[in-house]
């Protein structure tokens, strides 16, 4: 076991890679994160929580049952694409899902150029896009609700048959799944890659990201720069191109809003982010004058 001295331990979250000293058995240092994986804090608090770093993929897992939801789909997309991690969907239980095609039509419109794929491992549905994830060197962050199948994925990955993660069933009434993952956990897979297996996520706040709204809905971006005015909202502006998309059914409005309600959001959260960070300098700028008044004091 590393040790791990008390000045590092704040901050240090699954996926960070560290230099250690073999002799003394201690980590001295942790190195620089390529990515960064964050939401927003469940509940009231806007503040970001790091869910993973030195993520390559994001393998959003989402069940073809009571769990599956496209507003959630986009939102975890957003989230990927917002910290520059590429994504990939995987729609699990395919297996136990009435209108699979449907449901995977329906995903592909949301994601975009984003892979989408309809898998059960249990019932060997669509092993080879599963298995083609896992690459030497490459690191997967499992992103999801519980009980749709991220400890099967990882049970599969480490060995067919071995089942090293706890898996749990499902309620049948809602399709609801308990929390067998209660922490996050790096796997190392025989393929030579990491896997991040996570708990179970249903909300999925977002704290900023640069683009991740506008690569998630690059559809309606790419129509809103025909719009008369730069700084167009889309709600009933002249000359609005996206308005003149949705009369004419190049846009779906549903997803135009849903769009225009994430934009909200991730404004909101930069705004209380600078907010916060205003009110930290603001103390540390009042701490050091009063260190620099007391020191003249006491000469």
Known sequence: MLLVPRRLREGLVAGDWVAWHEGRGAVEQVLPRFSCFERRRPGRA???QVVAANVDVAVVVMALDGDFSVRRLSRYLALAHGHQVEPCVLLTKAALAADVEARVREARIAARSVPVHAVDVVAGIGLDAVSALVEE???LALLGSSGVG?????NHWLGVGEHLVRTAETRASDGTGRH???????HRLPGGGLVLDTPGMREVGLVGGDDGVERTFDD?????????FRDCLHQGEPGCAVARAIQGGALD????????G?????????????????????RQASRA?????ARKGRT
Do not use: F, N, Y
């Not at 991220?150 to 990882?154: A, E, F, M, R």
């Not at 004058?289 to 008044?293: A, D, I, K, P, Q």
């Open 46 to 48: 806007e503040r970001a």
């Open 137 to 139: 060197g490459r690191t």
């Open 150 to 154: 991220k400890s099967t994925l990882v």
């Open 180 to 186: 067998t993952t209660t922490h996050r956990e790096l």
């Open 220 to 228: 309606i971006a790419e129509v809103a720069r025909g719009c008369r």
């Open 253 to 260: 409005a549903e997803r135009v809003a849903e769009a225009q």
């Open 262 to 282: 994430l934009g909200r959001e991730r404004t909101r959260a930069e705004r209380r982010a600078w907010e916060r960070d205003l009110k930290t300098k603001s």
């Open 289 to 293: 004058l009063r260190e620099v008044l």
